[in-house]
T-cell receptor, first 112, second 114 residues
Framework: SQKIEQNSEALNIQEGKTATLTCNYT??????LQWYRQDPGRGPVFLLL?????KEKRKERLKVTFDTTLKQSLFHITASQPADSATYLC???????????FGTGTKLQVIP | DVKVTQSSRYLVKRTGEKVFLECVQD?????MFWYRQDPGLGLRLIYF???????EKGDIPEGYSVSREKKERFSLILESASTNQTSMYLC?????????????FGSGTQLSVL
């Protein structure tokens, strides 16, 4: 069955450093991969999408890489700030009328 | 901005009750989803729908059913609530366009079954 794994342990980093989160998947050939941010008590909010034929995508301080051979995506937040503290979820989809499947999420804590 | 509204923020029900969770989106999206979120398990897909009256089972449909009579409304039904259905329930609708796809989520319904 399809499996999406994110580091279940919380990630603590110092303010100003680059945070790197990992998303690995098995038994899946997604058309795209997405990253979402979720704050406590709120629904996830979309951040970025990267397609299967793209290697890297950037948006402001965010960078996502997608390696379909390794079946892995890396999500980077550069110059991290305490306001970046949240849980980050990766999600995979095949487009159209297909489902969107989420990983378990990684909790990021940026320490001032 | 897209708005996805879930009818209740908090809900407390008794075992065996029939429970309705309502979700409404205002952007004419075709695809809508119901997830539940539990600590350590992430978001798990219960059901999704790609059109009015159309539905597909997700990964954990047992004990649930859904209804989509109108495009903007997607309801999740717990036929006979059980304590293991205590969870945060999240509804989402999906935008599809040239820039790709993305889900818009409601604020969630925290359901407690006693």
């Amino acid at each position: 069955s399809q499996k999406i794994e994110q580091n279940s342990e919380a990630l603590n980093i110092q303010e100003g450093k680059t945070a790197t989160l990992t998303c690995n998947y098995t038994n899946y050939s997604p058309a795209y991969l997405q990253w979402y941010r979720q704050d406590p008590g709120r629904g996830p909010v979309f951040l970025l999408l990267i397609r299967e034929n793209e290697k890297e995508k950037r948006k402001e301080r965010l960078k996502v890489t997608f390696d379909t051979t390794l079946k892995q995506s890396l999500f980077h937040i550069t110059a991290s700030q305490p306001a970046d503290s949240a849980t980050y979820l990766c999600a995979l989809g095949s487009g159209g009328y297909q489902k969107v499947t989420f990983g378990t999420g990684t909790k990021l804590q940026v320490i001032p | 901005d897209v708005k996805v509204t879930q009818s209740s923020r908090y809900l407390v029900k008794r075992t065996g009750e029939k429970v309705f969770l309502e979700c409404v989106q205002d952007m004419d999206h075709e695809n809508m989803f119901w997830y539940r979120q539990d600590p350590g398990l992430g978001l798990r897909l219960i059901y999704f729908s790609y059109d009015v009256k159309m539905k597909e089972k997700g990964d954990i449909p047992e004990g649930y059913s859904v209804s989509r009579e109108k495009k903007e409304r997607f309801s999740l039904i717990l036929e006979s609530a059980s304590t293991n259905q205590t969870s945060m329930y999240l509804c989402a609708s999906k935008f599809s366009g040239g820039s790709g796809e993305k889900l818009f989520f409601g604020s969630g319904t925290q359901l407690s079954v006693l």
